[in-house]
Nanobody, 122 residues
């Protein structure tokens, strides 16, 4: 089992930045690939970014490419999502997730955090 806890969400004005963190505990010695997803009210959960176990492979949704950066520190069992140039449409609950497979699809992720709210005001 892997437990994931997100932090760093909040309220920010459009154009601002936030950095989300996701701390993992439990069986973190496994080589999990990590992802960030988000869900806005009335919408389905959507993929944001993913990073493989070594950090050498990253993938982004087109909507965040060039603005968001995913990274990880395996010594700290933590994954980050640096979000710059935030837009009101980025408003959502952001979830981190862990998967054995490197994937952009939510159902392929095995473990999920509880989510952290990000609100971007115009």
């Amino acid at each position: 089992q892997v437990q994931l806890v997100e932090s760093g969400g909040g309220l920010v004005q459009a154009g601002g930045s936030l950095r989300l963190s996701c701390a993992a505990s439990g069986r973190t010695n496994n080589r999990y690939n990590m992802g960030w997803f988000r869900q806005a009210p009335g919408n389905e959960r959507e993929f944001v970014a993913a990073i493989n176990w070594t950090g050498g492979n990253r993938y982004y949704a087109d909507s965040v490419k060039g603005r968001f950066t995913i990274s990880r520190d395996n010594d700290k069992n933590t994954v980050y999502l640096q979000m710059n140039s935030l837009k009101p449409e980025d408003t959502a609950v952001y979830y981190c997730a862990a998967a054995v497979k490197f994937s952009t699809v939510a159902y392929e992720y095995d473990y999920w955090g509880q989510g952290t709210q990000v609100t971007v005001s115009s």
